[in-house]
């Protein structure tokens, strides 16, 4: 790797993998741990059980199904997830729609915890993780029918890049499915931390007409796109109630959740992104696209 990407990975690992929460005890270890005194088997878990730390996007679940169906992903189709993260989308689009996926994240303790997750629920046969910079990704041309990315490009600082290698990496003909923050219209600067980034730092939003642009220039053309804003808006408020709720001792240890990987500021990121999307500050767009023929 290059020096500007071995900063770039060390920010991201420091930032998504709770760096100082754990000590020295990596974080699939910590995840076990925590899975056992919820009283579950950190060797056979359900996709239920897990979803408090498979898909950290805005929507979770629901946003990764709308993504799908909006972009027709079908049984057998080979797909590549951009940012893969703790593998949520490339387990959902395996057991629910039958294709084949591989996960790509810079952030190697979150493609440890991927590799496991997918082992412990069945599905090690039909997804792969693997950790590599978006940008310069070891696999072969034409090798995939879907490029899948949410809530990733904003990391990532070399999108032009990125977008080539999406080119290089899909078959012609083959569609980009994006899920993405991008800036609104109100200038003012963002409420941080949010749970991309803690600072300007990790933090490379781009406006929809930069995005749009970006995709146009790597040759690919645009097939459905639309602004989910409200509905991740709602999906965020209920999240940030439940989270700032009265504390209630619970019964049993509860389930593992963002804090675990963020650290337990995860509420203050999650109300800062809450009131960033409420001000205009940005916005949340769905769309496919289509890789040219050239």
């Known amino acids: 790797m290059s020096k500007d990407t071995l900063d770039l990975s060390r920010q991201l690992n420091d930032h998504y993998a709770a760096v100082g929460v754990g000590g020295d ?43 799908a169906t909006l972009g027709f992903v079908g049984p057998g189709e080979r797909v590549l997830d951009v940012g893969c993260g703790t593998g949520g989308a490339s387990r959902l689009l395996a057991a629910e729609y039958g294709a084949t996926v591989t996960g790509v994240d810079i952030t190697a303790a979150f493609v440890e915890v991927a590799a496991w997750l997918s082992a412990s629920t069945g599905l090690a046969e039909r997804t792969r993780f693997l950790c590599a910079d978006a940008a310069v990704v070891p696999l072969a041309d034409a090798s995939f029918d879907v490029v899948w990315c949410q809530h990733a490009l904003m990391n990532m600082p070399q999108v032009p890049r990125v977008l080539a290698e999406w080119q290089r990496l899909l078959r012609p003909g083959g569609k980009v499915l994006l899920h993405e923050v991008v800036t609104g219209d109100n200038p003012e600067p963002l409420a941080l931390p949010v749970p991309w980034a803690r600072s300007q730092t990790t933090s490379h939003l781009r406006s929809r007409e930069q995005l749009e642009r970006c995709l146009a220039m790597a040759g690919f053309v645009p097939e459905t796109l639309r602004d989910v804003t409200e509905a991740a808006l709602a999906w965020r408020q209920t999240r940030s109630d439940r989270e700032g709720g009265a504390a209630v001792p619970p019964v049993k240890p509860s389930l593992p959740g ?13 109300r800062n992104l809450r009131d960033n999307l409420a001000a205009d500050k940005v916005r949340i767009l769905e769309g496919v696209w289509r890789r040219s023929n050239r």
């Open 25 to 67: 005890r990596e974080l699939v270890a910590r995840l076990r741990d925590a899975f056992r005194e919820a009283g579950h088997d950190p060797d056979r878990l359900t996709l239920d059980v897990i979803a408090g730390i498979d898909q950290l996007h805005l929507g979770g679940r629901t946003a990764s199904r709308s993504l």
């Open 258 to 270: 963002p804090p675990l990987l963020f650290g337990d500021d995860f509420p203050r990121m999650g």
